[in-house]
């Protein structure tokens, strides 16, 4: 889920840019098996996980 800035470089505390959370986040739901949903709008996850 979280890789280094390099292959040699970790800054656990560094900048974190959306991108970066993004992807951390992408990576951890592909993890837990939740599934991709196609031609969704950018709040549907939060939506489905606030009715949980």
Do not use: C, D, W
Request: glycine share 8%; charged share 25%; net charge positive.
């Amino acid at each position: 889920m979280i890789r280094g800035v390099s292959a040699t470089k970790f800054t656990p505390y560094g900048t974190l840019t959306r991108q970066q959370a993004a992807l951390m986040l992408e990576r951890t739901l592909e993890y837990l098996g939740v599934e991709k949903e196609s031609n969704i709008g950018p709040y549907h996850i939060a939506i489905k996980l606030r009715k949980a």
